[in-house]
């Protein structure tokens, strides 16, 4: 590195040495050398705000790059450029000083799948700028079937640079399989994480995945697949906590969020969803599982054209809670069961046994939805004989039918109360009293 470069750098080291050796005799003494000290503070601070490129300057020099095509990538979309790809996150995440793993812009990547493998030696960013696209043939994916591209144990992590990832789904969908078709990008146990302006597109099955992730923040992502594909979920929240999902447009052929098991502090925000199944809390308690989702917002949403819209779904012969969840300022444009709590929940080919047992939903606050519904019932609370939905709140609905029909609740063992207009509300007779809105307290 020439001298030049280091000049910003050792003028910045001469500039704090002089400020720790004037520091001590103008706080604590009175002499000459104070006199014009507000005016050597004031150099300082033009010297470390105003002058921004010896700050650049240390970045750059704290930072490398680790490029896929310094490797070997040739990033034409044909040749398997896997090899090349886990080179450079050996290099990167071997780095003692801050990496980036760079994907070229304009380029198209094959790969097979890859477990991008922590924890690294200092914090990471993925710079995405080009397009990773998965590899089609079904012998790449023995080794473990599930996951494409995985990312494990890395903390202090930003994936970004609006590029794509592209799962070349198509080739999954007319083979669907819910059990065993692969993920497209999968972060498994990473804390400190953030994850934006990037397409994930055409997924195998779930488009991303946060699994045991702890203070996430996702924003500004499109994810999308055609309306028909298979259970490609877009966003899947699985046993995180601390999650912030905003201004991302997503559309998909299956749920546009899903929230499941373990999932604690999950907040949504300017979210587009359509095509799709809807924002979903679930499923939980399958195959008599336990299951606990809690402190859940999903504030502000544009769902459009999606066969539900926001969705808690349980199996019969699960136990645990799903407690402390909202809905709010959402509109819905052409949706199908535009509200809806299914605690009979039974995606299977043969009728679901009838259980005793149950996940408890309680203290679910539905505030300013408005809209139109495709059907004629646009509330549903279908729960529990046995854990009835409790503490339950609907403020402010106004859902109409497309067609300008009649319009109905169907509520089932649901303890609610109304607050301001709601339209529709539930038959009286459905409906179990609680005592009145401070039932329910949430943020």
């Not at 886990?86 to 071997?94: G, I, N, R, V």
């Not at 960013?125 to 023995?142: D, H, N, P, R, W």
């Not at 065993?180 to 779930?206: E, F, G, R, S």
């Not at 509200?339 to 995606?347: A, F």
Request: proline share 3%; with cysteine.
């Amino acid at each position: 590195m020439s001298s030049q470069r280091y000049f910003p750098f050792l003028s910045f080291l001469l500039v704090l040495v002089l400020f720790c050796v004037s520091w001590y005799p103008c706080t604590s003494h009175e002499s000459g050398l104070c006199r014009p000290y507000s005016q050597y503070m004031k150099t300082i601070k033009d010297f470390m705000f105003q002058d921004s490129y010896v700050f650049a300057d240390l970045a750059l020099i704290a930072t490398k790059t680790f490029d896929v095509d310094s490797y070997g990538a040739k990033g034409d979309g044909k040749k398997d450029d896997t090899k090349a790809f886990k080179k450079a996150w050996k290099a990167a995440c071997s780095s003692t000083t801050e990496a980036i793993f760079s994907v070229a812009k304009n380029k198209k990547y094959l790969v097979t799948p890859i477990k991008f493998k922590g924890p690294c030696k200092s914090s990471l960013t993925m710079e995405v700028s080009g397009t990773i696209l998965a590899s089609k043939q079904e012998s790449k994916y023995k080794k473990d079937e599930r996951h494409w591209l995985r990312v494990d144990h890395v903390d202090n992590l930003m994936i970004r640079g609006g590029g794509v990832i592209d799962g070349n789904g198509d080739f999954w969908w007319s083979n669907s399989c819910k059990v065993n078709k692969t993920l497209a990008l999968t972060l498994y146990k990473c804390k400190t994480l953030m994850v934006n302006d990037l397409t994930i597109q055409n997924a195998q099955q779930i488009h991303i995945s946060f699994d045991n992730c702890e203070n996430v923040r996702a924003s500004n992502l499109q994810v999308t697949a055609p309306g028909d594909s298979p259970n490609t979920d877009g966003i899947h929240v699985t046993h995180t906590k601390n999650i912030t999902i905003s201004n991302s447009v997503i559309g998909t052929g299956d749920d546009c969020i899903s929230i499941v098991s373990e999932s604690k502090n999950v907040q949504a925000t300017g979210i587009t969803c359509g095509p799709g199944h809807g924002i979903s809390i679930g499923s939980l308690g399958s195959k008599n599982s336990e299951a606990h989702v809690s402190n859940v917002i999903i504030d502000g949403a544009q769902l459009t054209g999606t066969t539900n819209g926001v969705r808690i779904k349980t199996w019969q012969g699960g136990s645990g809670n799903a407690s402390q969840i909202t809905f709010r300022n959402i509109k819905m444009k052409n949706v199908s069961n535009p509200i809806i709590i299914d605690q009979n929940y039974c995606d299977q080919a043969k009728s679901c046994k009838e259980q005793d047992s149950a996940v408890e939903i309680k203290n679910v606050t539905y505030q300013n939805i408005t809209g139109t519904s495709m059907d004629k019932d646009t509330v549903t609370f279908d729960c529990s004989k046995n854990h009835p939905c409790q503490g339950v709140v609907l403020r402010e609905i106004n859902l109409t039918r497309k067609d300008g029909g009649d319009t109905m609740a169907v509520c089932n063992n649901v303890k609610l109360t109304y607050v301001g207009k709601v339209y529709p509300m539930c038959p009286k007779d459905t409906i179990q009293k609680q005592q009145a809105i401070g039932a329910y307290s949430y943020r």
